[in-house]
């Protein structure tokens, strides 16, 4: 599919599949597409050529609702909505649950700092102190309690360290129900979680492959930043091919 975007294709022929249950981490530099990509995903913007497909339905053909009880999001910086904490972390279920939304809390790793909030979940979204991880957490706690098949994560772990970070991806990608994720992943660390990475490079994509085969090119661990990270357990000694 092709996606354009102030006059210029920012999208160009990206043709991807994601086998259902799997994992995709999206990587590449700022500016690459991934945003884009992870939209069209999960329709918050169609592309100008092309299809996205769910379960072998176009995404345009699925009513609104239905949509939106398939796709669950995290951002970066997610705005939180409704009046506690609790609402906030339950927007869009049907019928939230305390115990769902206190479990998806947990897999996020925000139950903890919830519970230490003055009113606990019942504290005001407004009066809840936040940093930008606690922020992404309850954003991941949302996410995670929705539930749906597809559940896209758009540098939804980029202000936690990577010990919070590793703890979530683990949980996520562990036992947890199998639904599908795309997960544009800035660290080299949770692309090596996914079953798939997809690298795109200037809104194409340059490779798909597992992180640890990637990794023996040199212009794709730049993609990290040289020599930030070590290299993943298993891959080679770094040389290029
Ligand atoms: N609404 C828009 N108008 C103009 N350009 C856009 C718009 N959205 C994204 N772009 C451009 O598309 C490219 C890809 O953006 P994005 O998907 O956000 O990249 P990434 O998430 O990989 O950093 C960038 O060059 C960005 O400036
Ligand atoms: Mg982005």
């Known amino acids: 599919m092709t996606a354009r975007r102030g006059g210029r294709t920012v999208l160009d022929g990206v043709d991807l599949v994601v086998p259902g249950g799997t994992t995709l981490a999206v990587v590449g530099r700022s500016g ?92 005001a979204v407004a009066d809840a102190p936040r940093s930008g991880g606690e922020s992404q957490r309850l954003g991941l706690a949302r996410a995670f309690a929705h539930g749906g098949r597809l559940l896209i994560l758009d540098d939804a772990l980029s202000s936690l360290d990577t010990v919070t970070e590793r703890h979530i991806t683990d949980a996520l990608l562990g036992d947890g129900p199998a639904g599908t994720r795309l997960l544009v992943a800035h660290r080299s660390a949770t692309a090596a979680c996914a079953d798939a990475v997809a690298w795109l490079d200037a809104g194409r994509v340059r490779a798909v492959g597992r992180h640890e085969e990637l990794w023996r090119l040199a212009e794709y661990r730049a993609v990290f930043g040289e020599g930030a990270e070590p290299a993943p357990a298993g891959a080679g000694s770094g040389a290029e091919a």
Do not use: C, M
């Not at 995903?41 to 239905?66: C, I, K, M, T, Y």
């Not at 339950?90 to 897999?107: F, K, M, V, W, Y």
């Open 32 to 123: 690459a597409g991934k945003s884009l990509l992870a939209s069209l995903a999960g329709r918050l913007a169609d592309p100008d050529a092309g299809e996205v497909l769910l379960d072998g339905v176009p995404l345009r053909e699925l009513p609104h609702d239905g949509l939106r009880r398939a796709v669950g999001y995290a951002f970066a910086r997610p705005a939180l909505l409704g009046d506690t904490v609790e609402q906030a972390i339950g927007l869009g279920l049907a019928s939230p649950s305390p115990d769902r939304i206190r479990e998806a809390a947990r897999t996020a790793l925000a139950d903890d700092f919830v519970r230490r909030l003055p009113d606990g979940y019942d504290t």
